[in-house]
C-alpha cells in the first residue's frame, strides 16, 4: 500500500455515485488533493470536493491538463459528447479510463484518435462500501507500469483484475448486474424467515451477514463453492433438504441462463 502523502494527481469527471466513490477510496490511500474534480453540475462537485479536500476544476480542460490519469465517471450517453470535448486537450501521456457500460475503447479511439491510451473498466456498486470488483481492458497503447496504476487507483474501492476486452460482456453479467441478483437472493432469504416466524428487521440482517460471509470464505478459502457447500451439509440434515429443492426447482440453471441472457443483452446494447 502506498503512502497517503503521496500524489498520483488523478481527474475525475463525473460526481455521482461512482466517482464519488473513487475519490473517497482514493482518498483513503493517496493524499485527498491529489484528486481534480469536474462535473456539469458545479454544485455538486463543490460539495464533494470541499468535504473530501479534493480540487474542484472549472473546467474539463483545466482537469485533462492536470491529471496524467482521467477517470470519466459518465454514463453511456455522455461519453462520446465528452471525449469531443477533451480531445485536443489529451496529452501523449495521459491515461484515459471509462467506465461507460457497453462503449468499447475501439468507439472512444474513433474520437480520440488511435494514439490515445485508453482503459475500459467496468465497476460494480459494492464499490461504495469499498468492496467492490472492477475488471480492466486496456487499448494498444497503454503499458504494463500504465495499467498498473490504474489498477491501483480501483483497488481503492476493493478488487481489480484485467481481463480482455472480448469478455467484458461475461463480467458486465457476472459482476456489473450481479449485484442485483444477491440482492434478489437476500430478499428470497429474509422472506422465507419472515415466513417461518422471523421479524423483518432480523430475518434480513441474518440473510444479508450470511452472504457476506460466505463470499468472504469463498474468496479467502482454496476450496471450491461446491466443496465449502459440503461441509455445511450433513446427511439427512436440514441443509441438504433446502439444496434439494432449490436444484429440483432449476436454482443453478435459472443463475447461469440470466448472466447469459445479461451478457447476450450487454453485447447488443454495445453494438447498438
Known amino acids: 500500500m502506498k503512502a497517503r502523502n503521496e500524489l498520483l494527481s488523478i ?40 468535504a473530501g479536500g479534493h480540487r474542484l476544476c472549472e473546467s474539463l480542460k ?16 455522455r461519453i462520446i459528447p465528452v471525449l469531443e470535448e477533451i480531445h485536443k486537450s489529451i496529452r501523449p501521456d495521459t491515461v ?14 474513433r474520437i480520440t484518435g488511435p494514439s490515445a491510451k485508453i ?9 461504495l462500501t469499498g468492496e467492490g470488483v472492477t475488471a480492466l481492458s486496456g487499448s494498444g497503447r497503454i503499458t504494463a507500469e ?25 463480467v458486465t453479467a457476472v459482476s456489473g448486474s450481479g449485484p442485483a441478483y444477491v440482492f434478489t437472493f ?9 415466513k417461518m416466524g422471523l421479524p423483518r428487521d432480523k430475518a434480513l440482517l441474518l440473510a444479508a451477514q450470511t452472504v457476506l460471509g460466505s ?15 459440503g461441509r455445511v451439509t450433513s446427511p439427512g440434515g436440514t441443509t ?14 435459472i443463475v447461469i441462463d440470466a448472466v447469459e441472457s445479461a451478457a447476450v443483452k450487454s453485447k447488443k446494447l454495445g453494438e447498438g
Not at 463470499?215 to 457447500?229: F, G, M, Q
Request: negative net charge.
Open 62 to 77: 483545466i482537469l485533462v491538463d492536470n491529471s496524467p490519469i482521467v477517470v470519466l465517471a459518465v454514463k453511456p450517453d
Open 146 to 170: 500504465e495499467m498498473e496504476r490504474v489498477v491501483s487507483v480501483f483497488q481503492c474501492v476493493g478488487r481489480a483484475i484485467e481481463v480482455p476486452e472480448r469478455l467484458m460482456d461475461a
Open 11 to 50: 481527474g475525475i469527471v463525473g460526481t455521482g455515485n461512482m466517482g464519488t466513490a473513487l475519490a473517497g477510496g482514493i482518498a483513503r490511500r493517496y493524499a485527498p488533493e491529489s484528486i481534480s474534480l469536474f462535473d456539469i453540475d458545479a454544485d455538486k462537485a463543490h460539495r464533494l470536493a470541499e
Open 240 to 253: 441438504i433438504d433446502a439444496v434439494h429443492v432449490l436444484e429440483r426447482a432449476g436454482f443453478s440453471g
Open 119 to 127: 482503459v475500459r473498466a467496468m465497476p460494480n456498486t459494492p464499490a
Open 96 to 109: 484515459l479510463v471509462s467506465i461507460a457500460a457497453g462503449v468499447a475503447i475501439g468507439t472512444m479511439l
Open 215 to 229: 463470499a468472504k470464505l469463498v474468496l479467502e478459502s482454496s476450496e471450491d463453492p461446491i466443496t465449502l457447500r
Open 186 to 194: 437476500i430478499q428470497a432469504m429474509a422472506d422465507g424467515g419472515v
